[in-house]
T-cell receptor, first 109, second 112 residues
Framework: GQQLNQSPQSMFIQEGEDVSMNCTSS?????WLWYKQDPGEGPVLLIA?????ELTSNGRLTAQFGITRKDSFLNISASIPSDVGIYFC?????????FGKGTRLHILP | DGGITQSPKYLFRKEGQNVTLSCEQN?????MYWYRQDPGQGLRLIYY???????QKGDIAEGYSVSREKKESFPLTVTSAQKNPTAFYLC???????????FGQGTRLTVV
């Protein structure tokens, strides 16, 4: 019930393409967080969402808090090589922060 | 600069030895967390602490121990009871409770 399911697990795209990934759960959450992790580094917070229906942008990144409060979406427009990495969704339940298993983004030369 | 620091970046230990991973933050955050990352497994919560001198087990606490004697510090000990300790360990902190968490750079532990 508290599990966050991310899809797809991995993506292979051409530079310049738009990217879309999502995170779903059977439980309702009050917060959705999106992180990016570069190889060998800690995750970095990209976007935080606190309200159902909220749509927030950070440069080329846009994330939405699903209206049902059970899902969230992250879109990346016009991908560039430095977008490569693992994208995690996260949320909180009780006093813990839980994470999805991540979407690994690959950009083809 | 404010931040969260993990040390060392790489750590090698012999099987059967206990090892302690350091995590220090100067962000004045109340909450601190330890996660373990294995390939394809995402981040799994080991222990977390919301306040000094108090901490709770996460989903995979067996074989690990922590202390929270100071607000700034939350060291993790990987004991010999942990069956498969080789992994990437990440420490995080947040202002209070499960709000936006900020991560350190991680410690990669290899047990040989």
């Amino acid at each position: 019930g508290q599990q966050l399911n991310q899809s797809p697990q991995s993506m292979f795209i051409q530079e310049g393409e738009d990217v879309s990934m999502n995170c779903t759960s059977s439980s309702i959450f009050n917060t959705w967080l999106w992180y990016k992790q570069d190889p060998g580094e800690g995750p970095v917070l990209l976007i935080a969402l606190y309200k159902a229906g909220e749509l927030t942008s950070n440069g080329r990144l846009t994330a939405q808090f699903g209206i049902t409060r059970k899902d969230s979406f992250l879109n990346i427009s016009a991908s560039i090589p430095s977008d490569v990495g693992i994208y995690f969704c996260a949320s909180n339940r009780d006093d813990k922060i839980i994470f999805g298993k991540g979407t690994r983004l690959h950009i083809l030369p | 600069d404010g931040g969260i620091t993990q040390s060392p970046k790489y750590l090698f230990r012999k099987e059967g030895q206990n090892v302690t991973l350091s995590c220090e933050q100067n962000l004045n955050h109340d909450a601190m967390y330890w996660y373990r990352q294995d390939p394809g497994q995402g981040l799994r919560l080991i222990y977390y602490s919301q306040i000094v001198n108090d901490f709770q087990k996460g989903d995979i606490a067996e074989g690990y121990s922590v202390s929270r004697e100071k607000k700034e510090s939350f060291p993790l000990t990987v004991t010999s009871a942990q069956k498969n300790p080789t992994a990437f360990y990440l420490c995080a902190s947040s202002i209070w409770g499960p709000t936006e968490a900020f991560f350190g750079q991680g410690t990669r532990l290899t047990v040989v």
